[in-house]
Each structure stands twice: as structure tokens, then as C-alpha cells.
């Protein structure tokens, strides 16, 4: 007997749900066949709908009989009880379970049909005012609107898990953007790459050297170098790319180059002559125009700070130091007396070096001495944590970057800047290692001439995520004072973390802790393939460290990977560690989010409205259902989430080892394994062990180890700050 090839059913709940794929695993209810498992690409689907999906039924040797999913549309319920599961899911703002028992039972079947058609009726139900019934037609007209979106995307062969954002940034408009000129997409949309958006425009006809696609696919391929941390392209190779993903022939491709030239939207720099000169630069550059004016602004900065003339400060240098080494019984070393006495004087300064070394004990030196003196000093980091650990580590005030520069919440720029510089005498930034261009470029730009400018940070580390690096360029071009501390205090020689992070930076092995040693702070688990990895790391979350170290499993320990996907990716270890500490509670699923009440989360972009940032950590506190919101603790303040910008959260379990820039945590776990290989370097192990504090425990095979300590090869960042800073290249 042929077996039937389309369902309708109510979705009960989400099994599992890949924001990244639209991959999804729902329990559904069938009438007459009871619960039936459904596998496919149901992006945008939230228990409490009702689907009608077309497909053929599959047997999983692990999981046994599924439907998988070909195709699949929303089905108004047609019942009292679908309706009011269906309205109290949480799909439409301002109604919860409550209101929607309240709705069936005064509109009965006509309920949906009213809401649509009749939105001004809702007023006749009980709790439902003015306001509130206008909150609820416009919601509803925008989930129409985004499920509209959806299907024309099904029917073009697009993941429909673009939709809401293509509605959040097009509004009203969306449809006829993406219909008419889809292109737009890659430009004005993260995470909506250009073959994305080349595939819908090819579907509506648009010819494979039309100006706008040659355009997109040009931008497109800039944009991937940018997002892998260069400043620019060398030109051939933008045509090289570009051509390749096009499949046009190069004067196509360089007409396109011209044309985005002459209407401003990239910047060719002539290098004349730096074949020989520098081995990272083989030709001239093209730079979006935003990134060549960011990166020759933040050049032309701090070449006009260095040469200002230094306001000396009423001390004597010599003296200043010994008084310190009285006060605090500390001996300083000499190249920490050095850098301390240069810190002191100098008008923009790096002090860099690995951990131990004493940078925090040379800033508290600056700002003891100083303060004596009345001088006023402003301390920031690029992060909340990082500012946090600045402010206990100095005992004064910090801020972070985008506070002290009073960012603005309808633009993201900033109120501090030439025209209403910060007022302080010495400006101290930590974790300098994570200031991309455009971050660093808002800093320089809001310094009065007279102010001083620290920056202390460890110059091995990661480079930021932006673009650039700003600290490294700044250290190799040599127009700036250089502090490097090398020397390990003797109290931290006993810490084996501080140990093996040397060793590590210097490219040798780490030195494992004796079998039965639990007095150690530093542990590689030896394991050689990805399931034994996965099994010791649930064993220690939720066992052994808790246990044997009395650390908290839910607070105190982080998960650091290299990768966000795979089995030992950030995405897959969250929900593993979800499932181990925290499944019970209220919970709430939007697209591919399972969020429940406790569950750590991270903040994945700036948010200036809500005043969070890329990398802020939080504690989801609950939900409110019939609001659309949920209150997130972000480390003491509390923040309110509309359901709408759940999207900007992730789980914060595990996170990838660039996200731990500027943090610092009691335990870090680091999976490795040569899955990794891509991503396996000196720098990425180094700042994954630096940010352990208390216990730093690895767990993989030797060989990715091996791989990540002595692989010092990666492809070095295109940058021409250091050449624009010694006047070797000529900015505007």
C-alpha cells in the first residue's frame, strides 16, 4: 500500500531547530495517526501552528520513522481548541494564553477572521483597549506579511529563514525589494550574502553581466576580506574573485570596479613600489570607501597627537616610581621600572606583554602616582567584562569604549568626538588587542590635543574581530613609545597557566599536570576523536569540575571552541550543555532559539537601543508571553527583550574562542581536534588558555595540540596603517 505523501497537523513542539539551515525536528499531531515526527526545512514554524506539508516518509536508523519535509504552508485551525493554542503560542504580540481564552471564547471560529478583517471588534473582549488592540492588528499584519514573504521565498528555492529579517530592515516594502531588485539584499543585510540574493535575481531574470549584479558580486567579495579582518583587496585579485564568482570575463569585472569607483562606494590607493618593500602587499589596494577614510583618519590622528608637544606634568619620574615600590612592597624588575617611567611620560603609548608580566600592576602604578598630582584619567575597555575586571583590578572607575564615548542609540555613533572631545588628562584603554579601525579611529578622534593615551594589551592574542590590526600596526610602525614586559613575576611562576601560556607563545607544548596531580591548574585530556571529546566535556560540566574544584557549573565555567559548527562547534556544545543543566523551566522557541528561564546567553551584535553590545553576557530571568518580551539579566542590569530581538541572543554555554576576547572566566574547557584544522593556530590556543583565570582544562588529540601551538602561518591581515603612520603612504 502506497503510504500518503502529505500531512496536516498541529506542530506540539520543536525538537530541534538550526537557525543557520532552517533544519528542524517538530513532534506534530495528525488526526487519526496521533504524533508524527517531521524532519525538513520548517523555518519560521513555532509550536501551536498548523502545517500542511508534502514529502515521503523515511526510516532514520536512529531514530526510527520521520516524514521528511519538502514543502510545507500554514493552515488557519479551523477548531475552538486550535484557535486558542494557536493565539496563545506567543506568535502575535499582546496576546497570551489568558487573552487567548478570552478571544475563542467571545469570537468563537470567527476569531482569526475578526482579528484580520475586523481588528477594532477585539475592543469588545475584556482587557482589550485601545491600545492594545492596536498593538495586536498591527502584529498580526506583520506576521501576514513576513508568512507572505516566506512562501514566495519557498517558491523561489530560498531558505524562508530570511524573511524577518528582510521585513525588519524593508518593513512594508520587502516583497517588492525582493521581487524587484533582490541584489539589495547582500548590501543592506548581514547574513544575506550575495548568492543568496543572486539566486532570487537570476529566478526573475536578471542577466549575469547586468551593472547592478556585477556591482553586488564585486562588493560581495570585498566584503568577505573585510569580514575575515583585512582592510582591503589587492586589485588583481578583487578581479580574480570576482570574476570566479560571477562567471564574467575581467574587463566585465573591472568596468564594474571603475564604475564603483567613480560613484564613491570603493577607494583605489596607489602603492608604488612596495613590491620589494613589504611582502604582504603585491599591488594597489581597493578598500570600501568607509574603511580607506576610517583607517587614514585614525592614521592622520595619531600622527597630530604624537607630534603635539608634551605638557609636562609637575614629577619627578625617579622618585615617583620608589615612592610607588614603598607603598605597595613591590620590587619592580627593571624593564617594568622602564616601562612604568615611559608610561609616565610619554603622550600615546603601547604596554604590552603576556599574563603575569605585571601590566595591571604597572597601570595601578600610573594611576597612584598620578592622581597624586590631580591629574584627571579616564580608564575604558572595549567590553563590559573587560572594563569590569579593569575597574576590580584598579579599584577606580571604567567604563566601556562606546560608554565613555556616549554612543548614540539612534545611529550607533558617538556624542564624544572633535567638536566635544573627552575631558581628561590620560586616557587608559585595556584590552587594546580587541580595537578594530573604526573603534580605534571613535577613540583618537574624541582625545583633545593635550590628553595622553595609554593602551595596554597583549599584542599575541587574537586580533580583533573588525577589521585591522590596530595594535600590532601600531606597535611595527615605531612612531609611537613601545613598552613589552616579558619577565613573569615570581608569584605567578607558580601558576601553570601563566606557565604554559609562555610556552605556547614561544611555540613549545604545554607541560600536562602528573597523573593524580589535583593541585594543578592546567589539564589536557588526551582524546582523539570527536564523540570521547564531547562525552569527557559533558562529564566535567556537569560532574567533575563541580566536584573536584568547587566551581559552578551553570556560572562559573566556559566552553571555548574554535568553530561554531560541527559536533564540537559552539552551536551544537550549547545545546548539548542546555540539555545537561538546564531542562527544565519555562521555555520559549522562535525560529531556531530555544531559550529557557535560567539559560546563560550572549549578545551577538550591538544593540544601541537596548544599550547591550557584541559579547555582553546575560541570565535569562522569565518570560511575558502575552507582552512579547523577556527579561534578561545582563551582569546586574536588567534588560527587556522584545521576542522580536531574541535573534541578537545566543546561548552562552559554549562561544567560539573570538568571542572570549576581553573576558576572563574561573574555568575555560577547550575542545580540540583536527576537525579544527583551518582554524588551528598559535595565537587562537594562546588566547583561549589566557582566559581561564582559576582552572584551564583542554581536551582533544595531541595532534590538534600539536597543530595549534607550532602553526604560526596564518594569512597576515591587510592593513596599511603602519605604513600610513611612518608617511610612507599618503591619506586624506
Not at 580608564?379 to 564615548?405: F, I, N, V, Y
Not at 527579561?631 to 521576542?643: A, E, L, N
Request: overall charge neutral; glycine content about 8%.
Amino acid at each position: 500500500m502506497k503510504q500518503e505523501n502529505k500531512l496536516e497537523g498541529v506542530i506540539d513542539r520543536l525538537i530541534y531547530s538550526n537557525e543557520e539551515t532552517g533544519w528542524t525536528v517538530a513532534q506534530m499531531t495528525v488526526r487519526a495517526k496521533g504524533e508524527v515526527v517531521v524532519v525538513g526545512n520548517l523555518f519560521g514554524t513555532q509550536p501551536g501552528e498548523t502545517l500542511s506539508v508534502e514529502g515521503q516518509w523515511t526510516k532514520d536508523p536512529r531514530f526510527g520513522k520521520q516524514f521528511k519535509v519538502e514543502s510545507f504552508k500554514t493552515v488557519r485551525p479551523t477548531t475552538f481548541i486550535g484557535i486558542e493554542r494557536y493565539l496563545s503560542s506567543g506568535l502575535v504580540e499582546g496576546i497570551g494564553p489568558a487573552m487567548a481564552k478570552r478571544l475563542v471564547q467571545t469570537f468563537g471560529i470567527d476569531t482569526l477572521e475578526i482579528i484580520d478583517s475586523e481588528p477594532e471588534r477585539l475592543r469588545e473582549v475584556e482587557g482589550i483597549g485601545k491600545v492594545r488592540s492596536a498593538r495586536i492588528r498591527d502584529a498580526w499584519q506583520t506576521q501576514s506579511r513576513v508568512r507572505d514573504l516566506m512562501v514566495f521565498l519557498q517558491g523561489h528555492g530560498v531558505s524562508a529563514k530570511h524573511a524577518a529579517k528582510i521585513h525588519e530592515v524593508y518593513g512594508e516594502d520587502a516583497l517588492r525589494v525582493v521581487k524587484t531588485t533582490p541584489h539589495r539584499l547582500a548590501q543592506d543585510l548581514r547574513g544575506i550574502g550575495f548568492k543568496t540574493a543572486d539566486k532570487m535575481a537570476r529566478l526573475a531574470g536578471v542577466a549575469a553581466d547586468a551593472p547592478e549584479r556585477v556591482e553586488a558580486g564585486i562588493l560581495h567579495v570585498l566584503q568577505q576580506a573585510v569580514d575575515s579582518g583585512h582592510g582591503f583587496v589587492e586589485q588583481l585579485e578583487l578581479i580574480e574573485g570576482s570574476t570566479d564568482l560571477l562567471q564574467v570575463d575581467p574587463p566585465t569585472v573591472q568596468r564594474g570596479i571603475e564604475r564603483l569607483l567613480d560613484n564613491d562606494q570603493l577607494e583605489l590607493v596607489p602603492i608604488p613600489g612596495f613590491e620589494g618593500k613589504a611582502a604582504h602587499i603585491v599591488g594597489d589596494a581597493i578598500y570600501p570607501r568607509w574603511l580607506e577614510r576610517t583607517e587614514a583618519g585614525l592614521a592622520q590622528r595619531l600622527r597630530a597627537l604624537t607630534a603635539q608637544t608634551r605638557l609636562p606634568f609637575n614629577l619627578d619620574t625617579d622618585r615617583a616610581i620608589q615612592w610607588y615600590e614603598q607603598k605597595t612592597s613591590i620590587e619592580l624588575a627593571s624593564g617594568q621600572r622602564s616601562a612604568l617611567a615611559k608610561a609616565l611620560t610619554a603622550k600615546v603609548m603601547v604596554l604590552t606583554g603576556g599574563p603575569g608580566t605585571g601590566k595591571t600592576t604597572l597601570v595601578r602604578g600610573v594611576l597612584d602616582i598620578l592622581q597624586r598630582k590631580d591629574v584627571k584619567i579616564l580608564l575604558a575597555a572595549p567590553t563590559g567584562r573587560a572594563a569590569k575586571r579593569l575597574q576590580e583590578s584598579t579599584g577606580q572607575d571604567a567604563k566601556t569604549l562606546h560608554r565613555l564615548l556616549e554612543v548614540r542609540p539612534d545611529t550607533g555613533g558617538f556624542m564624544r568626538g572633535p567638536d566635544n572631545p573627552l575631558t581628561a588628562d590620560l586616557v587608559v584603554v585595556d584590552e587594546a588587542s580587541m580595537l578594530d579601525l573604526s573603534l580605534a579611529y571613535s577613540l583618537v578622534k574624541a582625545l583633545d590635543d593635550d590628553t595622553r593615551l595609554l593602551l595596554v594589551g597583549d599584542v599575541d592574542q587574537l586580533p580583533s574581530i573588525g577589521p585591522g590590526r590596530f595594535l600590532a600596526d601600531l606597535i611595527d610602525s615605531g612612531v609611537v613609545e613601545v613598552a613589552r614586559l616579558t619577565e613573569i613575576f615570581r608569584q605567578a611562576q607558580a601558576s601553570q597557566i601563566v606557565v604554559n601560556a609562555h610556552r605556547i607563545r614561544a611555540g613549545l607544548m604545554p607541560i600536562n599536570a602528573a597523573r593524580g596531580d589535583e593541585d594543578s591548574d592546567f589539564y589536557f585530556i588526551e582524546r582523539s576523536d570527536p564523540e570521547p571529546i564531547l562525552d569527557v566535556i559533558r562529564r566535567l560540566v556537569s560532574d567533575r569540575i563541580p566536584n573536584h574544584f568547587g566551581l559552578d557549573a551553570m556560572s562559573d565555567i566556559q566552553i571555548l571552541t574554535p568553530m561554531q559548527r560541527g559536533l564540537l562547534g559552539a552551536a551544537n556544545l550549547n545545546a548539548e550543555i542546555q540539555a545537561l543543566l538546564n531542562s527544565g523551566g519555562t521555555e520559549i522557541q522562535r525560529g531556531g532559539h530555544l531559550l529557557r528561564t535560567g539559560d546563560r546567553v550572549m549578545q551577538r551584535r550591538n544593540n544601541y537601543d537596548l544599550g547591550t553590545f557584541n559579547g555582553d553576557i546575560g541570565r535569562v530571568i522569565g518570560f511575558d508571553l502575552q507582552e512579547q518580551r523577556a527579561t534578561i539579566d545582563m551582569d546586574g542590569r536588567t534588560v527587556i527583550y522584545p521576542f522580536a530581538s531574541l535573534d541578537q541572543l545566543a546561548l552562552a554555554y559554549a562561544c567560539s574562542i573570538h568571542k572570549s576576547q576581553g573576558s576572563e572566566y574561573p574555568c575555560v574547557v577547550i575542545p580540540l581536534h583536527t576537525q579544527h584544522f583551518t582554524l588551528l593556530q598559535r595565537n587562537l590556543i594562546y588566547t583561549a588558555v589566557t582566559r581561564g583565570r582559576k582552572l584551564v582544562i583542554i581536551v582533544g588529540s595531541r595532534r590538534a595540540l600539536d597543530i595549534a601551538v607550532h602553526q604560526q602561518t596564518s594569512k597576515r591581515r591587510r592593513s596599511l596603517l603602519a605604513e600610513r603612520l611612518r608617511g610612507e603612504i599618503s591619506g586624506r
